[in-house]
């Protein structure tokens, strides 16, 4: 029996070796994402960012511990990044998730980022898949703990939580760009620290000075392609909401889970599933290309030519803008 | 295509609650290039299979300070092999008397290591023992 047969039979370790060989990018890992895909498609996946420290996997422990109790499998995908010297990596969330042990409800996955920036690995959204294709109900994706600009994840999940803790930072902070503006749950944990009114004041302020408004995602300078059918003029919106967590006591648990429920029904009901869903899986699409066409262009190319233009391009005889250009007609003739 | 990463669980079993050799020991894997998953403190033979399940590792190092291991180590064995993961190579660290090295070896624990165990020695017998395998 082939691995993803296995998988789709609740083999764990069969998931567990699949999810070995998305993540190395094997030619099985290749093989058994094709076979898996028409399995996928069904889970809420939920996304879980913010600032190192916030108390993210604490967060996740509480969520999966209601979901599980709840009767729903749950998988997690636990992002800590790599070193850029050596490579290696300390994953560390599972530390956090002590209560999870044992309940065959709940599958954690670590996984380091192996160079890609953006809180996510280049792999992410496969293993996403095979955890998808695999029956869980629930996949909690928790990204490397992330500044300000690491907002990957809102292309993978259907629901961005982002999470916020007393003290890290004034209203400007509230105001700039990027990582407060995916979040469709601002969650502010460790609520039981002085100094959480001020937090929920600026991010509240955040929220009002900004028009809610149907998200499209510029990419490289460019809007993504919008779905068939454009928004409609009464089509719901959603306003991000603000709860208040306690996470290693589990305050707050239940509220939070009733918001992203919330959020899950907006989805289904103004047709939001399907343009996130299409932002995800043209986001793959995309970078699969981008990908392929990079190495088979490469390996078209004569080394010594390569070299050659490499050479030339610190020796400031061509600009590598220049030299792009040229290697591209090039293999157009 | 992304080199094959070595994978290793590290974990401290039983009640004793210092970490600091393991840490040393995670830090040091790390910095060779390897990923390690952190567990922590006070987990059980059952909770450390399941995690080398869940994160398909190559690699299991445990530390074992409370004198606890000829309990401990068998039926760590004994859960990975009932899980189908009998090619996962243990390595055990902490105090452990000369008396019962042999036979932890002849159980099946690739490598333990005492007071004063160069890490060196610890990431290329690692290195060496998952190359057998492959």
Known sequence: ?333 | MAERKIRVLVAKPGLDGHDRGAKVVARALRDAGMEVIYTGLRQTPEMIAEAALQEDVDVIGISILSGAHMALVPRILELIKANGQEDVKLFLGGIIPDDDIAQLNKMGVTGIYGPGASTEDIVSEIRTAVLKRA
């Not at chain 1, 998808?132 to 109900?137: S, V």
């Not at chain 1, 993978?156 to 003290?167: F, W």
């Not at chain 1, 006591?249 to 009901?269: N, P, Q, R, Y």
């Open chain 1, 1 to 333: 029996m082939s691995l993803s047969q296995a998988l789709l039979n609740q083999d764990r370790r069969a998931l567990s070796r699949l999810l070995t060989h998305v993540e190395n990018n094997s030619e099985e890992g290749r093989k058994a994402l094709d076979e898996l895909y028409p399995h996928s498609g069904k889970a809420h996946l939920i996304g879980i960012t913010g600032a190192p420290g916030t108390g993210k996997s604490t967060l996740v422990n509480q969520l999966a511990l209601h979901y599980s109790k709840e009767g729903k499998r749950v998988a997690i995908l636990a992002v800590d990044p790599s070193s850029p010297f050596t490579g290696g990596a300390v994953l560390g969330d599972r530390v956090r998730m002590r209560d999870l042990a044992g309940d065959p409800n709940v599958f954690i996955r670590s996984m380091a980022t192996r160079g890609s920036l953006g809180g996510l690995a280049q792999t992410t959204a496969s293993m996403v898949q095979v955890f998808d294709a695999a029956g869980f109900d629930i996949i909690l994706v928790e990204t490397v703990g992330a500044g300000q600009a690491e907002v990957d994840i809102a292309k993978l999940a259907h629901t961005t939580l982002v999470v916020e803790a007393p003290g890290l930072g004034d209203d400007i902070q509230a105001i700039k760009a990027g990582i407060l503006e995916i979040a469709d749950i601002l969650v502010i944990n460790k609520a039981d620290r002085p100094g959480v009114e001020n937090t929920e004041r600026a991010l509240k302020g955040m929220l009002e000075l900004a028009h809610p408004a149907p998200r499209v995602f510029h990419h490289h300078g460019q809007k993504m392609a919008l779905p068939a059918q454009a928004p409609k003029a009464d089509d719901p919106l959603w306003i991000p909401t603000i709860k208040r967590t306690v996470a290693k006591d589990g305050i707050g648990t239940k509220e939070l889970v009733e918001s992203i429920e919330d959020h899950l029904a907006f989805l289904h009901e103004g047709g939001e599933w399907a343009t996130r869903e299409r932002t995800q899986l043209q986001t793959t699409f995309e970078s699969l290309l981008r990908e392929n066409l990079f190495t088979r262009f490469l390996d078209e190319l004569s080394p010594e030519i390569y070299e050659e233009t490499l050479s030339n391009i610190m020796l400031r005889k061509q600009s590598p803008w220049s030299a792009a250009e040229a290697l591209l007609d090039r293999s157009k003739a």
